[in-house]
């Protein structure tokens, strides 16, 4: 006859038995920490566990919830409606809560691991928690290193766990590819004595991001990253010699290695590129984007086609099918930023060739072509709105440029470029006028900002060249970060939007869905936060670069932040814009509309539990904005 209390540990046991990753522990160690656990019954803004307090068993939610807070006193003495009002309305001084624990979910295991807690933890709702003594753990994780790998993994290492399996189809493609067999790019040499302005005309020359560099014996690499962050970051002379801004130990493979064993180089050494050699022979260097399109010969097509292209018809047709290079890609397990760096590779290449097409060479010569916002910042995956700008010569007019301009735009729409519903676009005078304009626009946002300032001060910001002079869009740059050295409070007014929209996590469930549909939306809630977080950070400091990952990296290295967190915000960041592609390109496959939405229900659990750490992170973020910025003092 079975006993309650038989019937009891048969409960907990298949509570345990279906809890990852308990239930990969073995049959006997099962049954003994099943038999370990308490049942404990919590009230509405119970305080489970205290910031710096050592934690005494680990806690497992059966039903209910339970907040990670940083301050419980912000939100216990109101009702929790009321608490998650105040988060709606974007106050940043009481953006408190870090993450919700539901049923299945386990807290704080980083507690248990470390000896104390960094957070408080309270009840949200009446909840009922499985308590495991401390002890009993810690023993369970060093004894089984499977708890041990599960619990000590970072968001970075689970995400690299969760692609793993993609990451070895896309492995597979290299298997048999020999890097002679990808596009070398001849090699372009300069000596250290040639000038840094002498060494950006051969890279313009040669059609190439970096060039060689022979000092006596050695030879060193020089990119075109190289030279911005000299010229523009360190305002070093254009006529100082470009041998001290060489990397002399250079990283290379032969022409007969594998291109599986370059992806595993460039991975490891987190690098753009390799120098192709052969005993003192040099064959050229091997760009990460040429490797990457080796990956799908449909992409390598695409770009020979925009290339080729000597009609508005050819090019139509070359940029037609981006759709579904972007779906085999992501099939064959490319990671999300390639695809993204790829698809902005094409995309421009497409906006120069039409631009080259319909413009004549006076208008070319004198003016700068300008993509924006997510375009300039590389992280577009799937043809969305339109953000593009013209910068012209001061003193430079031509009589055609309104109906060349809205011409430009009205091919974009023919080729399934949407209209920027901002009207951000060349064919809005707003967007094409000369280098004094602009200059004089940016004053007025600086100087005077406005709700929709911000929002166009931030689309520029992120501006990329992608065809004519260059140079132009340099000279209103710099006069952008003369004005801002000059007022730096509008740094804490233009960070502010970081934190206006919640992030949606709910205190009562995993996630928080937009009304009336059972999505939610990740860009809001999740990649515009690290986005323009990043963004004015980046502008703060007056990095170059402007991709975010770029930007996370050069501010780790700046040490602004934790090395461990800069990782995880990147990781945090790749995966909330993997699943906004995955769903973008699932609705694109049934017809639907582009938007920012997706069904967290359609996720599996690893993957919900991944979105919820990435939101996490977000938060944890948007909290380093709000005291980096002193966003609290703002009204």
């Known amino acids: 006859m079975t006993t309650l209390d038989q019937l009891d540990r048969l409960d907990q046991k298949t509570f345990l038995a279906h809890l990852h990753p308990f239930s990969q522990l073995p049959e006997p160690e099962l049954e003994r920490l099943a038999r370990a656990l308490t049942v404990g019954h919590h009230h509405a803004g119970e305080v489970l566990l205290k910031a710096g307090e050592a934690p005494a068993c680990l806690y497992l939610v059966i039903d209910g919830a339970v907040w990670e807070a940083d301050d419980p006193q912000a939100v216990l003495p109101r009702p929790p409606d009321d608490a998650l009002d105040a988060l709606k309305r974007g106050n940043p001084s009481l953006v408190c809560v870090i993450a919700p624990y539901t049923t299945g979910d386990a807290f704080d295991v980083q507690a248990l691991l470390e000896g104390t807690s960094k957070r408080n ?3 949200g709702e009446p909840t009922r928690c499985y308590r495991l003594p401390r002890d009993l753990f810690l023993h369970a994780v060093q004894a089984h290193p499977v708890l041990a790998n599960a619990y000590q993994q970072k968001i970075s290492q689970r995400l690299a766990a969760l692609r793993g399996p993609e990451e070895t189809e896309e492995m597979a493609a290299f298997a048999v590819a020999k890097i002679r067999d990808a596009y070398i790019h001849p090699p372009t040499f300069v000596t250290a004595a040639t000038s840094i302005h002498e060494t950006a005309l051969a890279m313009k020359a040669n059609k190439t991001n970096s060039v060689l560099v022979r000092c006596d014996d050695e030879i060193g690499i020089v990119t075109a990253t190289d030279l911005r962050e000299a010229a523009i970051v360190q305002r070093r002379s254009v006529d100082a010699p470009v041998g001290t801004l060489a990397t002399y130990e250079l990283i290379a493979m032969a022409p007969d290695d594998f291109l599986f064993n370059a992806l595993l180089r460039m991975t490891r050494h987190n690098i753009n590129r390799l120098v192709i050699r052969e005993g003192s022979t040099i064959h050229g260097i091997l760009e990460q984007i040429d490797l990457l399109s080796y990956l799908s010969n449909h992409s390598h097509l695409i770009a020979l086609q925009i290339e080729r292209a000597v009609s508005k018809d050819e090019l139509k047709w070359a940029s037609r099918d981006l759709v579904n290079m972007v779906r085999d890609l992501h099939a064959q397990g490319a990671k999300i930023r390639h695809i993204m760096q790829l698809v902005s590779e094409l995309n421009k290449k497409v906006l120069r060739k039409l631009f080259d097409l319909l413009a004549p060479p006076e208008l070319r010569d004198n003016s700068c072509l300008l993509v924006l916002g997510s375009e300039g910042r590389e992280e577009q995956v799937l043809k969305t709105d339109q953000d593009n700008a013209l910068i012209l010569r001061d003193d430079f007019s031509h009589p055609d440029l309104k109906r060349l301009t809205e011409e430009f735009t009205e091919c974009l729409l023919e ?19 000369s280098v004094a304009a602009f200059k004089d626009e940016l004053f007025e946002w600086i100087v005077h900002p406005t709700r929709d300032s911000f929002l166009q001060f931030a689309i520029f910001c992120d501006a990329k ?5 260059d140079n132009l869009l340099r000279h209103v740059k710099d006069r952008m970060y003369r004005l801002l050295g000059d007022h730096r409070a509008f740094f804490s007014q233009f960070a502010k ?40 950070l980046a ?46 390109l699932e609705k694109a496959l049934q017809g639907l509309p582009q938007d920012n939405y997706l069904n967290p229900k359609a996720l599996n659990k690893l993957k919900r ?3 919820r750490d990435s939101f996490k992170i977000v938060n944890e973020f948007k909290k380093f904005i709000t005291y980096h910025f002193k966003l609290g003092m703002i009204s």
């Open 465 to 469: 060249a992608v065809a004519g002079d």
């Open 609 to 611: 539990e991944l979105l």
């Open 539 to 584: 502008l703060e400091y007056r990095l170059p670069q402007t991709n975010t990952v770029d930007r996370i990296t050069a501010l780790s290295q700046r040490n602004l932040f934790q090395p461990d967190f800069g990782v995880e915000l990147i990781e945090a960041f790749t995966y909330l814009s993997a699943l906004r592609a995955e769903a973008g």
């Open 497 to 536: 939007n970081t934190v206006a929209f919640e992030t949606p996590l709910g205190f009562f469930t995993n996630f928080v869905l937009e009304k009336n549909r059972a999505e939610l939306d990740i860009k809001k809630g999740g990649i515009f936060p690290i986005v323009h977080g990043v963004r004015s």
């Open 415 to 433: 080729f399934g470029y949407p209209r920027c519903p901002g009207n951000i676009m060349v064919s809005n005078p707003y967007w094409a006028k």
């Open 121 to 123: 933890f309270v009840v």
